[in-house]
Structures are given as C-alpha cells and as structure tokens.
C-alpha cells in the first residue's frame, strides 16, 4: 500500500507494493521514496499517462478503480489486484492485494542482481510480460524465444505498458463513469 497526496508526493509506503511500479527494484526501499513525487519513479511515457488518467478519475468521482497486476520475483508468479481510493484532501491511497501465487523454476531474466548487457527488451509494468517485436509474451517464453537460459549475461529490462493493460485500465476508468459522481471532500 501506498499512499500520494494532493501533489502527488509519496506520504506513506509500506514494502509490498515497491517492486510494482519501480523501475530499478533493488534499489527502493520506504526511506528512498517518502516525500518524492510518484513521477519519479516512472519513466515511461505511456504509464504516467494512465496514471494520471486514473488519479485524475478517482479524486473527481470518488469511486475505486481496480487494476490487476503481476508482481513477480524470479521464482514466483505474483497475481496481484490494485485497488485506488481517494481519501479526504486529495490524497490518493493504493492498495495490492494478492490473488494467487504459483511456483515456477526462477528466471534470471526478472532477478535485479543478474548480469545484464546493453541490449534492452521491454517488461510490460503491470502484466510482466516481455515485448518480443510488439508480442507480449511471458517471461518464460521470452526465454525460451530468445534463447536466454544459461546465458552468461542477460538483456536489461526497461517498463512499459503493453496493449492489453492499457485497455483494462482505460475499461476501469470508464466504468467507474455514468453513475453520478460524488462530490469531492474538502
Ligand atoms: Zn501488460
């Protein structure tokens, strides 16, 4: 769970969520993020802009929106839901929850401490699934395609949004349209 506030600064943190929306997941811990603006920590274009369709959504109707992710660890397959509340004063809290979690053999492709090299393949933020020439794969199969297991040093991961997720979020933020919205709290 976290928490912004009205200027989107990150007031409260607890560990669980850190490795969603972060970019280089070593190196965040509470203490790195506290009093930074959420921007900071996402890079890609195309991200911050559902973001902020969906902040701008939640503070001006009041109503929860929910967003399936994944959050993975080499070893495990994380899936998550993400559910985005507005609080009093424009503050804005996220809450994961966890769903279900498999199991698998870890892949070195998704461990931060892997060797990497400069070729970079890009890791949907929300699905954790590997654009191979506009194909969203798993991991797994990214491996397997590209031929990765056993390699001595891995392509480094760079976030972005795939299709699929992009469409569920806008879904979700037109949902939560038509009801009537309520008015906001002071
Ligand atoms: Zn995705």
Excluded at 6 to 17: G, L, M, S
Excluded at 18 to 24: V, W
Excluded at 29 to 51: G, S
Aim: aromatic content about 6%; overall charge negative.
């Amino acid at each position: 769970m976290y928490r912004l506030d009205a200027q989107d600064r990150i007031v409260h943190v607890n560990r669980a969520w850190l490795s969603f929306a972060a970019e280089n997941e070593t190196a965040l811990t509470p203490e790195a993020v506290l009093d930074r603006p959420l921007w900071d920590f996402i890079a890609d274009k195309e991200t911050r802009q559902v973001y902020r369709m969906i902040l701008t959504r939640v503070r001006s109707s009041g109503k929860e929106v929910y967003i399936p992710f994944r959050c993975d660890s080499p070893g495990i397959r994380r899936f998550m839901e993400m559910e985005i509340a507005r609080l009093p004063e424009g503050a804005v809290e996220f809450r994961c929850r966890l769903i279900r979690a498999e199991k698998r053999l870890p892949i070195a492709l998704l461990d931060p401490a892997a060797d990497r090299s400069d070729e970079l393949l890009q890791i949907c933020g929300w699905c954790k699934r590997i654009n191979l020439d506009g194909g969203w794969v798993e991991a797994e199969e990214a491996v397997k395609r590209l031929d990765l297991f056993g390699a001595e040093r891995l392509p480094g991961l760079t976030h972005g949004i795939c299709p699929d997720c992009h469409a569920t979020a806008m879904r979700e933020i037109e949902r939560t349209r038509g009801e009537g919205d309520s008015p906001a709290e002071a």
